[in-house]
């Protein structure tokens, strides 16, 4: 029964793994890593797109647009929780919940996706409630396709452990139950595939099994909503409760503890937003525009190529007009002298010319000025929330107006990150 769970909770990881590499793609572009993607070179190699601009003779440049969108985002939204007083509470200061909120916010801009652990325990001496992120990459829900999340009916996390807090934590007092734990982990160290192979799943992904850090002890955290059947009635009807219910697996099965939800809310710690869940898929505020940053970042590199091999200055000086005994480096010279004189000979049929071409006649500085256009029309920030100045704009007054406006196009992002925040705070009050 306990490894069905455990391999249950390796199913719904692992059904989750398009969504973790989505958000790996997604968190490169936002931080700059934006020439990564795989793509097939001239001779039918999978490369790097970074190593194809090269062999082309081009330099992969980049202007980083999506970062600068997020901060600006992440900011109006601290300077919105901050007019509304958000962050009083005891709560939030022990946690320090704004940085908590900001970086998360990051998170659930890029991947979409928002998970905070919320449980009372023994932290720095003090005995209380305590909030934490949840890395989206060791975290793991069954299906579902509710936003509220009232779906959800198994949900947990991967925890990497030092041996001395997993022994605090699983071993109690117990100076065997440590030793037998020491001996455990000892055995399976490393070894991803003979815990997969423990649980009947040969060829499974190992990275569910393995710390991330060599010589942490993995540990599986799963929550699940049993029915049993009650025991007091006194006829024949079938009438089931249902509980959630706590168990800490070892990666090869190994039940280390179990318990009902100890918290007066009697679910499972965690708060839980994916963004926007339209048939329970996720698709992430990044996502939108990152086809317009490569178009950019290719129009950049395009000009910057152009401008590169267009002619600059460039003499076009008619051999038959070389007067001897002068040499070309001496006519280089003199023409870059502002009061230089070069003699020709013969009488000046085709004299020397200066060849000039520009660079702007492609269209290429159009086509990058639409390009930057169509970003904030996709990510639906205006200059006033980017913070750029804006001619028709008169006065605080008209300027505010401006940036509320923006504002109304992030007002499902903000509303829906706030919706998460109120239920996060709703958990921490009956934990």
């Known amino acids: 029964m306990e490894k069905e769970i455990l391999r249950q909770a390796y199913s719904a990881w692992s059904s989750a793994a398009g969504l973790r590499e989505r958000r790996a793609r997604y968190k490169r572009y936002t931080y700059g890593d934006q020439w990564s993607d795989l793509v097939l070179s001239s001779k039918g190699h999978i490369v790097r797109e970074r190593d194809r601009l090269t062999e082309s003779g081009k330099s992969p440049m980049i202007n980083n647009l999506i970062r600068q969108l997020v901060k600006t985002i992440v900011g109006r939204y601290r300077n919105i929780m901050a007019d509304k007083e958000m962050y009083k509470s005891g709560l939030s200061s022990r946690n320090h919940l704004p940085e908590l909120d900001s970086r998360l916010l990051e998170e659930f801009l890029i991947s979409g996706t928002a998970v905070q652990r919320i449980v009372r325990e023994k932290r720095f001496g003090v005995d209380d409630v305590w909030v934490d992120n949840v890395d989206i990459r060791y975290f793991f829900v069954n299906r579902f396709r509710d936003p509220r999340g009232w779906d959800i009916n198994m949900i947990g996390q991967l925890h990497d452990f030092s041996f001395a807090d997993m022994a605090r934590r699983f071993a109690g007092r117990s100076r065997a139950r440590a030793e037998n734990l020491r001996k455990l982990f000892a055995s399976i160290d490393g070894g991803g595939s003979f815990a997969a192979e423990a649980l009947g799943l040969p060829g499974g992904n ?3 099994f393995c710390p ?3 010589g942490m002890c993995r540990v599986a955290e799963v929550w699940t909503l049993d029915s049993r059947p009650r025991s007091d009635d006194g006829d024949d009807s079938i009438d089931f409760d249902f509980a959630w219910h706590c168990r800490w697996f070892a990666p090869d099965g190994t039940l280390l503890a179990e318990y009902d939800s100890p918290y007066r809310h009697g679910g499972h710690p965690f708060a839980v937003k994916f963004y926007p869940l339209t048939d329970g898929e996720v698709h992430s505020f990044v996502e939108d525009i990152i086809d317009q940053q490569r ?17 600059k200055g460039v ?4 051999a038959s007009q070389m007067v001897e005994g002068m040499s070309w480096e001496e006519v280089t010279r003199r023409w870059a002298q502002a009061d230089g004189v070069i003699p020709i000979s013969g009488r000046g049929e085709h004299l020397p010319q200066q060849v000039m ?20 029309d996709i990510a639906g920030v205006g200059d006033a929330l980017l913070g750029r100045s804006n001619g028709s704009a008169r006065g605080a007054d008209m300027l505010d107006h401006q940036v509320r406006n923006a504002t109304i196009a992030l007002a499902d992002i903000f509303e829906t990150f706030s919706d998460f925040a109120l239920e996060r705070t709703a958990i921490a009050e009956k934990t």
């Open 206 to 208: 190992v990275d569910f």
């Open 212 to 214: 991330t850090t060599p």
């Open 295 to 311: 178009s950019i970042n290719r129009l950049i590199v395009l000009i910057d190529k152009i401008m590169a091999t267009s002619a």
């Open 315 to 318: 003499l076009l000086f008619p």
């Open 357 to 376: 071409t520009n660079p702007g006649a492609s269209g290429a500085y159009q086509f990058l000025q639409l390009q930057m256009k169509l970003f904030d």
